[in-house]
């Protein structure tokens, strides 16, 4: 897959060994308001790139090693004030993650979107990390 050609903001560079899989406008649910930009799904990671305007007002990029996704899933409409503006009355995109945070995203279909995502971490091999091992010291 090449770049889209539709962009969000400056795209993200890619490893020598990392492909595209997708790309998607997206708005991403963060400090009470959502960012607009794109969300890019490569062979290693998940990205979230802010547009131009979100940028030049401070947000940031938001990147992510496939390997610490933990759950993919649909997070439903909320009717708190605090989610007014980060698109909380839609259900969202919800990318759970191995150290307990969340990330919300806006996305079209976001049932799609998830389905599409977990089918895609199955079909990604399993790394196995050496296990970390204690070296005892010698007592002097």
Do not use: Y
């Amino acid at each position: 897959m090449s770049v889209p050609e539709h962009w969000f903001g400056p795209p993200p560079v890619l490893a020598e060994d990392e492909e595209w899989i997708a790309h998607l406008p997206a708005n991403r649910s963060h400090r009470g308001r959502a960012i607009g930009g794109g969300l890019h799904v490569t062979t290693q990671r998940l990205m979230f790139t802010p547009r131009g305007l979100d940028a030049a007002l401070g947000a940031k990029r938001w990147i992510c090693a496939l390997s610490q996704i933990s759950r993919v899933g649909v997070a439903p409409r909320q009717s708190s004030l605090l989610e007014l503006f980060s698109g909380g009355r839609r259900q969202r995109l919800r990318v759970d993650l191995r150290d307990g945070t969340s990330e919300l995203f806006v996305v079209a279909n976001p049932e799609e979107r998830a389905a599409a995502l977990r089918q895609w971490l199955r079909a990604q091999p399993v790394v196995e990390l050496p296990v970390a091992r204690v070296i005892e010291r010698e007592k002097t």
